[in-house]
């Protein structure tokens, strides 16, 4: 079954305790990006890549790193989590080509202590 | 630079009354133009694509929308309204690199 998939579902965590996000999707998906969704802000690109060792941010980069070494694998990285970093978190691949349908994995909730 | 705009952050029908949100768009290109749904605590499913072929889309659970770009909108419709369209829905243009540029989006209520 196609999909994309993250862990973990639901994470809570304090101030300054790094931690990752994993994200992988099964359908070799060159392009794959992070989102945070926040109340009235819908949806915004964190990051994303557009192949392996490939990537570029998108419209809120800052406190986030990403890494793209396997075309199957896009993680996630907070180095310092902040509160303002409470969120939803979706991972996302698609192919070249506007036209494509976007996978959207389940979601991340995270909350910063 | 693109963006979406979404009217209304919510909405409420009466089951079977129809549904209509509001999406308008801004592109400087031909668009393409997605409507997502978020039921409650799950994640998102595409509800249908506009991608330049017929400006009439329709898509799943009975919604359809219409890309009028004289208008620069398209809204999503659906003529009766089920108590299983609450939801959070979202309207999005894609742009570089497949990037999906979100509305704030509309939260329906459906109520007896």
């Known amino acids: 079954e196609a999909q994309v998939t993250q862990n973990p579902r639901y994470l809570i965590t304090v101030t300054g305790k790094k931690l990752t996000v994993t994200c992988s999707q099964n359908m070799n998906h060159e392009y794959m990006s992070w989102y945070r969704q926040d109340p009235g802000l819908g949806l915004r690109q964190i990051y994303y890549?557009?192949?392996?060792?490939?990537?570029d941010k998108g419209d809120v980069p800052e406190g986030y790193k990403v890494s793209r070494k396997e075309k199957r694998n896009f993680p996630l990285i907070l180095e310092s989590p902040s509160p303002n970093q409470t969120s939803l978190y979706f991972c996302?691949?698609?192919?070249?080509?506007?036209?494509?349908?976007?996978?959207f994995g389940p979601g991340t909730r995270l909350t910063v202590l | 630079a693109q963006s979406v705009t979404q009217l209304g952050s919510h909405v409420s029908v009466s089951e079977g009354a129809l549904v209509l949100l509001r999406c308008n768009y801004s592109?400087?290109?031909?668009?393409?133009l997605f409507w997502y749904v978020q039921y409650p605590n799950q994640g998102l499913q595409l509800l249908l694509k506009y991608t330049s072929a017929a400006t009439l889309v329709k898509g799943i659970n009975g919604f359809e929308a219409e890309f009028k770009k004289s208008e620069t909108s398209f809204h999503l419709t659906k003529p009766s309204a089920h108590m299983s369209d609450a939801a959070e829905y979202f309207c999005a243009v894609s742009g570089w690199y497949n990037k999906l540029i979100f509305g704030a989006g509309t939260r329906l209520a459906v109520h007896p």
């Open positions: 592109s400087s290109v031909p668009p393409y």
């Open positions: 890549s557009m192949n392996v060792e490939v990537t």
């Open positions: 996302a691949s698609s192919d070249p080509g506007s036209t494509d349908t976007q996978y």
